[in-house]
């Protein structure tokens, strides 16, 4: 497996496209390239990628359209955006969508790889905090890396979802945990049926969290929930 980050470039100019391919393949990154905005989006449903880089103006799907669809399949999904158009109206379309950067075109392809980076070491930082191990729930002691949730020394085994669903909801300790970052990351897929699913993993994690009075899940409806620990 190839440990370089991996971009999905989907841009319909095929000799552009090969050439910044190229260009990017050389900075070290692993690029798979889609020709249009529905080769885009299948190729996305294929594989994970760190960063799509999208074409606005495409055959058969457009980048903002392609970027919306990419989004609601995984929210934290980092997008730049490139165009031709130098219209203010499509850079806010961008950002309303989501993207976290936009190149004009004509551009130098430096200033892409710069932007490139920066969106890249932001997620990374994102990402770090999901990683972490071990935590401190009011008189609970929960070890992410074990699976166990520890309180007055007793400890209780956690399933690989209860732990992961905690583990965010550790995370955004007292802030909102939103749903679809759960059900996109723990159950990869935001549908009915994993939200049920995950309502029934919040009640387990309820029940092993009521020994101490002063933490809390409480449901912010149709946002998300938030683990409330009074200090």
């Known amino acids: 497996m190839s440990d370089k980050q991996r971009l999905l470039?989907?841009?319909?100019d095929p000799s552009f496209g090969s050439v910044l391919?190229?260009?990017?393949?050389?900075?070290?990154?692993?690029?798979?390239?889609?020709?249009?905005?529905?080769?885009?989006?299948?190729?996305?449903?294929?594989?994970?990628?760190?960063?799509?880089?999208?074409?606005?103006?495409?055959?058969?799907?457009?980048?903002?359209?392609?970027?919306?669809?990419?989004?609601?399949?995984?929210?934290?999904?980092?997008?730049?955006?490139?165009?031709?158009k130098n219209m203010r109206e499509d850079v806010l379309n961008g950002y309303k969508i989501g993207a976290d950067d936009y190149v004009l075109k004509p551009f130098d392809s430096e200033v892409l790889l710069y932007k490139i980076k920066a969106v890249l070491q932001?997620?990374?930082?994102?990402?770090?905090?999901?990683?972490?191990?071990?935590?401190?729930?009011?008189?609970?002691?929960?070890n992410a890396k074990l699976r166990q949730l520890i309180f007055d020394g007793k400890s209780q085994k956690l399933s690989p979802k209860e732990n992961e669903l905690l583990r965010l909801l550790a995370v955004y300790k007292n802030d909102l945990m939103p749903r679809e970052i759960a059900l996109t990351r723990i159950?990869?897929?935001d549908n009915y049926f994993t939200s049920r699913s995950m309502d029934v993993y919040i009640?387990?994690?309820?029940?092993?969290?009521?020994?101490?009075?002063?933490?809390?899940?409480?449901?912010?409806?149709?946002?998300?929930?938030?683990?409330?620990?009074?200090?």
């Open 187 to 189: 159950w990869h897929d």
């Open 21 to 84: 391919k190229d260009y990017l393949v050389i900075n070290d990154y692993d690029v798979t390239h889609a020709i249009d905005g529905e080769d885009g989006l299948t190729k996305f449903k294929e594989s994970d990628y760190d960063l799509c880089i999208l074409d606005v103006m495409m055959p058969k799907k457009d980048g903002f359209t392609l970027g919306k669809e990419i989004k609601e399949l995984k929210s934290e999904q980092p997008i730049i955006f490139l165009t031709a």
């Open 9 to 12: 470039l989907v841009e319909d």
């Open 122 to 142: 932001r997620n990374a930082g994102e990402e770090e905090k999901f990683e972490q191990e071990d935590f401190k729930i009011g008189k609970f002691t929960f």
């Open 203 to 231: 009640a387990k994690l309820r029940k092993y969290l009521k020994k101490d009075p002063a933490v809390e899940i409480v449901n912010i409806h149709g946002e998300g929930f938030r683990l409330l620990v009074q200090e």
